[in-house]
């Protein structure tokens, strides 16, 4: 009923070289990997074009880690859509934590560089999720709740057919420490009823939400095992092909993982 789509965030690693080596091998492994799991790698830019003509013509999808709001300006350092798309990206990840932590972003900067991802045909990767303390004190149905109306403010239901929610505790990414399976299915579960409640039953139900949080070929049977949850959003195991490629073989079994 919805895509099952694993994406590999490459974060800061890989040099050009490191890309075409990683890539000539990962593509020698997608025999594989059913056809029916959608898979997205998003290296960084400097490899985005390099990755864009490996990948061509390939079933295995393009994303980046961030882009600009704007069309084109005065804004030293960013990334356009139209750069994006030039070199053949139709997914784009917005909202990381690393980038709310780090460089500041708000959910109303996401909602903004969402619409412009979606009014040029690529398609988000909208994360949420909450930090450590947050959990603790016991709100992390309010935060991600938060997080989810304030990123999809004013997205049009049609354009809800090309977005994917990436749940990502923030305590969770890099750290070695997931969520238990049950924890994870908890706020999917969540998200979907929350989009249900915005939108329409029939556009929460084809929503693909991700996890993402130390997600390993170990414990990704767990996690892809629940019901609510549709991928993975992997940061540390995709830098290598050999648990990338488990992680995928996993997903294609998702039907038949135990619950
Ligand atoms: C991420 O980068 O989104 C991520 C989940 O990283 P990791 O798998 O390393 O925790």
């Known amino acids: 009923m919805r895509s099952t789509i694993i994406a590999g965030n490459w974060k800061m690693y ?3 070289e490191e890309t075409r080596s990683f890539l000539e091998a990962f593509s020698q492994r997608l025999r594989s990997v ?4 959608g898979v997205v790698v998003c290296p960084p830019y400097t490899s985005l074009a390099l990755a864009g003509e490996m990948l ?3 079933s295995v999808g393009l994303g980046a880690q961030d882009m600009s709001e704007h069309d084109e300006g005065a804004y030293t350092g960013e990334v356009s859509w139209k750069m994006l798309a030039s070199v053949g990206c139709g ?3 917005l909202g990381h934590s690393e980038r709310r932590q780090y460089h500041g972003e708000s959910d109303e900067q996401v909602n903004r560089k969402s619409t412009t991802a979606l009014d040029h045909g690529l398609r988000p990767i909208l994360c949420v999720g909450e930090t450590l303390e947050e959990r603790e004190a016991g709100t992390t149905a309010d935060v991600v709740a938060g997080q989810v109306r304030g990123v999809l403010r004013g ?3 049609e354009s809800m057919a090309r977005v994917v929610i990436a749940y990502e505790p923030v305590w969770a990414i890099g750290t070695g420490r997931n969520a238990t399976p049950e924890q994870a299915q908890e706020v999917h579960a969540l998200i979907r009823s929350l989009v249900a409640e915005l939108y329409d039953e029939r556009i929460a139900g084809q929503l693909t939400i991700q996890y993402g949080g130390s997600v390993k070929p170990d414990n990704a049977a767990g996690l892809l095992g629940q019901e609510d949850i549709d991928g993975a959003l992997v940061g540390g195991a995709c830098l290598k092909v050999d648990s990338f490629v488990q992680i995928l073989e996993t997903a294609g079994k998702k039907g038949e ?3």
């Open 14 to 16: 890989k040099t050009l």
């Open 34 to 37: 059913p056809r029916h799991v």
């Open 56 to 58: 061509r013509g390939s």
């Open 91 to 93: 997914y784009v990840i």
């Open 155 to 157: 997205l049009s239901a």
């Open 257 to 259: 993982l135990p619950q």
